[in-house]
């Protein structure tokens, strides 16, 4: 158990519609990370947040937002979903994304667009 | 510009040793990690190097050299549950971590 969060681990929904993937980080760190992994691919990293403001970008979509609140959990939007959205959506934290400081990831949340 | 290269696949027999190779290409680096993913599962912390030569845990080991920007992983005494995706990632001079695809290593028995 790594001590990051996710939920659901299970999503199912219909293209066009909207849903909202949760994380809580391990407890004392500060950085939030989110990842897609589609069926046989690497991770893509989509955006980083630290102590509630954005600090990286990645490869994110438009119709996908993300923030951090001030008790350090995250929620990652998806809306008008499309069938190539469905994947597996990760989490992972760490204390500061600092060198040396390992990220560590939640179990993922498998999203199915249908 | 920023690159990472790692192969797709391997293939080790049991009870074998396997090395999983890992290049990079970037101006800023801030140290190397490398973890395992088994099929469906998080990504799990195997090893961080920052400075050059080998860090052994156990049967797994790290090796880095920064001038010639190349990594490897070097697992001993393989088991079937060894069988996974093995991801090298490296951190910039920005603390972003640049991930690698991922090679998938097959152990047969």
């Known amino acids: 158990d790594s001590g990051v969060t996710q939920t659901p681990k299970h999503l199912i929904t219909a293209t066009g519609q909207r849903v909202t993937l949760r994380c809580s980080p391990r407890?004392?760190?500060?950085?939030v990370y989110w990842y897609q992994q589609s069926l046989d691919q690497g991770l893509q990293f989509l955006i980083q947040?630290?102590?509630?403001?954005?600090?990286a970008k990645g490869n994110i979509l438009e119709r996908f937002s993300a923030q951090q609140f001030p008790d350090l959990h995250s929620e990652l939007n998806l809306s008008s979903l499309e069938l190539g959205d469905s994947a597996l959506y990760f989490c992972?934290?760490?204390?500061?994304?600092?060198?040396?400081?390992?990220?560590?990831f939640g179990e993922g949340s498998w999203l199915t667009v249908v | 510009g920023q690159n990472i290269d790692q192969p797709t696949e391997m293939t080790a027999t049991e009870g074998a040793i396997v090395q999983i190779n890992c290049t990079y290409q970037t101006s800023g680096f801030n140290g190397l990690f490398w973890y395992q993913q088994h099929a469906g599962e998080a990504p799990t912390f195997l090893s961080y190097?920052?400075l050059d030569g080998l860090e052994e845990k156990g049967r797994f080991s790290s090796f880095l050299s920064r001038s010639k920007g190349y990594s490897y992983l070097l697992l001993k005494e393989l088991q079937m549950k060894d069988s996974a995706s093995y991801l090298c990632a490296f951190m910039d001079s920005n603390y972003q971590l640049i991930w690698g695809a991922g090679t998938k290593l097959i152990i047969k028995p």
């Open positions: 407890s004392g760190d500060l950085s």
């Open positions: 190097n920052v």
């Open positions: 992972a934290s760490s204390v500061a994304g600092q060198p040396g400081n390992t990220i560590y």
């Open positions: 947040y630290y102590n509630g403001e954005e600090r």
